[in-house]
């Protein structure tokens, strides 16, 4: 007898009872093809339930979605062993509309414990009183901001981001198509979106296209859509990202990696803001500001025949260069600042403070990933903090690791202790024995410091 105390008997019980979940549910397996839908699912993509084919279609075909076109991807994220827990994004419906939703993510297994594919559950945050009262609250912490340090998420006091901050009003102002250019992690999907959230298209969609996860076919059916019987697979017609986009901005991130072929596409509807869908000979028209994005170098790009000229003077009318995160180090502090109150609300946590030995270690690296990089360096602070405050030791390796530190091969003492005496001793010697200096480098706190010179009966050379 099943000990369960409300036995399932029938095979179609499990989708009666989620077709009574107010939340869309839908199963996908390994190759992201869609396994099954319940009925608020269906609804909230628009389509009527007996209609919706599934067994032939991927989830990124059906839920188009942000999260499913970049490398957020969540079966991406799932083979690497990630849930999705409230992620907040946009999903576009089959007809077009775009609303924000919150997707929750979990494994499916046989029962052998192998992962056999996904369950996602999708929540319709559009009318959600939550969602509204936190918009409000963001608006009004937005006008309290100082303009000096900060634009929307962005924060910096350097010269350079100053200078940014000051145009961006006026560019946002504008209908002109803006190119942002710079290293990966430099931010440019935020700047993108504070131009967009401070322009009077505000209140239209701010549609993203991530150029280079997608092979040319697809990214011309995820820009400008398709019709019905287009291509293999192509079951029912679907609506483009520059016609999901109207009236609002689109984003196009990676434009460097975009084919001959889709450039000369691209430049048709920048010029005369007039497309057809593929496998369609409809010309349709759209009033959609362009941002557009790259981390490589265009104007080269250019000169050796792999970019267009004529699309590259079209998408840079106004030019932004984001610089490196090592060449504005005086951002760092304020940076760490922001992402201590930002883990600190979503972690439950109450971190107050980077320990100064610790924060001139950050000022010290080179930061290959940028912001992104210095984001994920907190981030991992903040998992191996217990107290208040991050020490050195919260620090990933990279970052602690002694850069410089050379041993010689004639040493006496080669025991760990005799070569950890000397390698402190050799670090003293080349800051001038200063501590806090001579912390960074080794990696370790002051009071660590403190403790080895005692044992190892270290002291400043008198003079």
């Known amino acids: 007898m099943d000990s369960s105390p409300f036995p399932l008997t029938r095979p179609g019980d499990a989708e009666a009872i989620l077709d009574c979940i107010s939340d869309g549910v839908l199963t996908i397996d390994l190759n992201k093809r869609v396994t099954f839908l319940n009925r608020a699912m269906c609804k909230l993509l628009g389509f009527d339930a007996r209609e919706t084919p599934t067994g032939h279609l991927t989830c990124e075909m059906l839920v188009q979605s942000h999260i499913c076109t970049t490398r957020e991807c969540v079966l991406e994220r799932a083979l690497c062993g990630d849930r999705v827990s409230n992620y907040e994004t946009f999903l576009t419906r089959h007809d077009g509309k775009v609303i924000p939703v919150s997707v929750n993510t979990d494994f499916l297994r046989d029962e052998q414990g192998h992962m056999i594919g996904l369950v996602e559950v999708i929540r319709d945050m559009s009318l959600s009183r939550e969602l509204t009262e936190k918009a409000a609250e963001v608006n009004a912490l937005k006008e309290r901001l100082d303009e000096r340090v900060r634009f929307d998420n962005i924060v910096g006091r350097s010269r350079v981001m100053k200078e940014i901050f000051a145009r961006l009003p006026a560019i946002a102002a504008s209908k002109a198509t803006v190119l942002i250019s710079g290293e990966s ?58 016609e999901s986009a109207h ?26 803001e007039e497309f057809e869908r593929v496998g369609s000979n409809k010309t349709m028209k759209v009033d959609v500001r362009v941002v557009a994005a790259t981390n490589r170098n265009l104007s080269q790009a250019v000169k050796q025949g792999l970019f267009r000229e004529d699309l590259y003077y079209r998408i840079r009318v106004i030019p932004i260069e984001l610089p490196p995160l090592r060449s504005r180090k005086e951002d760092i502090p304020l940076l760490v600042a922001h992402f201590l109150d930002k883990f600190n609300r979503q972690m439950g946590k109450g971190i107050r403070q980077v320990a100064p030995e610790a924060l001139e270690m950050l000022e010290a690296y080179s930061f290959p990933g940028n912001i992104r990089e210095l984001q994920n360096i907190i981030e991992h602070a903040f998992v191996c903090c217990e107290g208040q405050v991050i020490e050195v030791e919260h620090l990933p390796a990279e970052v602690r ?63």
């Open 185 to 242: 992690g430099t931010g440019k999907e935020l700047i993108a979106y504070a131009i967009h959230a401070h322009s009077p298209r505000r209140h239209g969609p701010f549609v993203v296209v991530n150029c280079a996860s997608l092979t040319e076919g697809l990214l011309e059916s995820e820009i400008f859509g398709h019709v019905k019987g287009a291509f293999t697979d192509a079951y029912f017609d679907k609506v483009g990202r520059f």
């Open 247 to 272: 009236g609002g901005t689109i984003f196009l991130d990676e434009i460097g990696e975009i084919s001959p072929a889709m450039q000369v596409k691209l430049l048709r509807i920048l010029e005369c």
């Open 401 to 463: 690791r002694t850069n410089g530190l050379e041993l010689s091969s004639t040493l006496q003492d080669t025991t760990l202790s005799g070569l950890e005496r000397e390698a402190i001793l050799r670090v003293l010697e080349k800051t001038g024995w200063k501590y806090k200096e001579a912390c960074a480098q080794l990696g370790i706190g002051r009071s660590t410091l403190w403790r080895k010179l005692k044992r190892f009966n270290l002291s400043p050379p008198t003079v």
